[in-house]
């Protein structure tokens, strides 16, 4: 902004102070300024108003990312029930592509692919134009989640957002924490303001992302109205209306950053090899194995990892106090094993045959037991020691928590202190301000009420002790919850849309 003053200054400096004013954009929902489309699932064709590249803010600060793309089924404007929903009751489903902590654009309900953009710089997506799987997230093969939750009657709007690497004209950084997030919950805001304006229920948006986006989707639901957002909402013209969120879906959510090294330790400590994979990481195949540094560096973070959980004071339904020793062994550990057995028995169920593993142990039908250090080791470890705050600040999230100029810092006192290149450590407000942790339930926050969060058991992008604390700790402070750990599922989303959605209706009628 002030750049921008300064410029327009230096532009009219002597002249008569004729000074161009930033274009500032209409809030409100033009409901005839929409596209007629049809979207095919299952064979069955379903017409829809599709409403494109909405400028969410008064005063955006780049309108490649921060629109909305809103979609609405035809037969909401004649009167019609889908699927038991009326133009008035129907749930929105609000499913964003970030992946990577990196600039995203809004999905497209034609032939978008489940799974997430190539990041940063995606040119603009006409209908059809919907970019290839490029995060090689591997969502399923079916319809598209927009595509379902159409045939579903629920009105779908995605939210474009900034990213890490996004610059402005002066070649700063725009996109770092928060401003994915407060990009996110501006267009919450758009919806809640439009509300008696377009068909579909704003007290019933159901937010949906996977990994860097379901970190997003679970702090829309977890930082609902909270005050801390509100000026860099005010500074984008955000709409004047509330940003809370009915509910939650979020596939393998990269979040709690500031604890996921620990994390990672505790439940990767001893595997001394690693095989990078996935999106954000290159790919060594072959694998590699940890220098003598990096094994005592895992050990420093593993040790912290104990009186970090034992701090949240967890509590299993059962009433039964989750915490851990100081060599990480513990309830909360026999907790975690008991999500994975669970998800094993699920798959036994289903008819898969587990008897390669014998780590599991099965008895008529049933798994009883399971080896959880030799599950770990069938797991394999995928990053390095600190997996997220990077001694040389060689990960995304380093970048996600740069500043305006800087483009990478840290974020943990840890790896500030054994840093490899002296970098500086990001304001620990902004490292606070991504971590649904800090915000479930505090005054003055309305917090989402209903959470489904998924994250594959061969998943490891990050610790499974993640999203269990994320649902444990919102479980313990009165949220309902339904975590699973899909069985050998890998670092991926929107897998089993007809269970989610079977959730939805189940919340929602
Ligand atoms: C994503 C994956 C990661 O391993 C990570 O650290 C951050 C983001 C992702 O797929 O979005």
């Not at 008064?58 to 929903?85: C, K, M, R, S, W």
């Not at 008035?88 to 995203?104: D, E, K, L, W």
């Not at 309902?480 to 849309?497: A, C, F, I, K, Q």
Request: overall charge neutral; some cysteine.
């Amino acid at each position: 902004m002030h750049f921008l003053f300064a410029g327009l200054f230096a532009v009219s400096a002597g002249t008569t102070p004729l000074l161009a004013q930033p274009k500032r954009y209409s809030l409100d929902f033009d409901a005839g300024k929409y596209e007629p489309q049809t979207v095919t699932v299952n064979g069955n064709e379903i017409s829809i108003r599709a409403f494109e590249r909405i400028v969410y803010v008064a005063n955006p600060v780049d309108t490649t990312y921060q629109i909305l793309n809103i979609y609405i089924p035809e037969g909401y404007f004649h009167g019609e029930t889908i699927n038991g929903y009326t133009a008035r009751s129907a749930p929105v489903f609000f499913p964003n592509r970030i992946g990577g902590y990196m600039a995203a654009q809004p999905a497209t309900a034609i032939n978008t692919p489940n799974g997430r953009p190539p990041g940063n710089g995606t040119p603009p997506q006409g209908p059809g134009g919907a970019p290839p799987n490029g995060m090689g997230m591997g969502g399923n093969r079916g319809p598209s989640a927009m595509a379902l939750a159409l045939s579903k009657g629920y009105v779908v709007a995605s939210a474009g957002a900034r990213g890490r690497m996004t610059k402005d004209a002066q070649g700063l950084f725009t996109g770092k924490s928060p401003a994915a997030l407060v990009d996110l919950k501006a267009a919450i805001r758009y919806l809640k303001y439009n509300d008696e304006a377009m068909p579909g229920d704003a007290n019933k948006i159901i937010s949906n992302g996977t990994s860097a986006g379901g970190a997003m989707s679970s702090l829309l639901g977890a930082t609902g109205n909270n005050k801390d957002y509100e000026p860099y909402l005010k500074d984008l013209g955000a709409a004047p209306a509330n940003d809370d969120i009915f509910a939650v879906s979020a596939y393998c959510p990269i979040t709690n950053l500031d604890n996921a090294d620990a994390a990672y330790e505790w439940q990767f400590n001893g595997v001394n090899t690693y095989r990078r994979g996935g999106p954000m990481q290159g790919n060594n195949a072959a694998g590699a194995a940890l220098t003598p540094e990096q094994i005592t560096v895992s050990a420093q973070l593993k040790a912290l990892f104990p009186a970090y959980l034992n701090s949240l004071q967890l509590t299993a339904p059962d009433g039964q106090r989750l915490s851990l020793d100081n060599s990480g062994n513990g309830s909360f550990k026999e907790y975690v094993n008991a999500y994975v057995i669970a998800s094993a028995q699920k798959a036994l169920g289903s008819g898969k045959d587990l008897s390669a593993h014998s780590w599991l142990t099965i008895s008529g039908g049933k798994v009883t037991d399971l080896n959880f250090d030799a599950f770990v080791r069938y797991q394999e470890r995928m990053k390095t020691p600190p997996a997220f705050d990077a001694l040389d600040l060689g990960s995304p999230e380093n970048q996600e928590f740069g500043t305006a100029t800087v483009d990478k810092q840290h974020f943990t006192a840890f790896s500030a202190s054994h840093s490899t290149v002296q970098a500086p450590r990001a304001d620990e407000q902004f490292v606070r301000m991504l971590n649904p942790m800090h915000y479930i339930g505090t005054k003055g926050t309305q917090t989402a009420k209903y959470w489904r969060i998924r994250h594959g058991s061969k998943d490891k992008d990050t610790s499974l002790a993640i999203p269990v604390i994320l649902a444990t700790y919102l479980q313990n402070k009165g949220y309902t919850v339904n975590l699973e750990l899909p069985w050998d599922r890998p670092h991926s989303g929107d897998y089993d849309l007809d269970e989610l959605f079977q959730w939805v209706d189940q919340l929602c009628k």
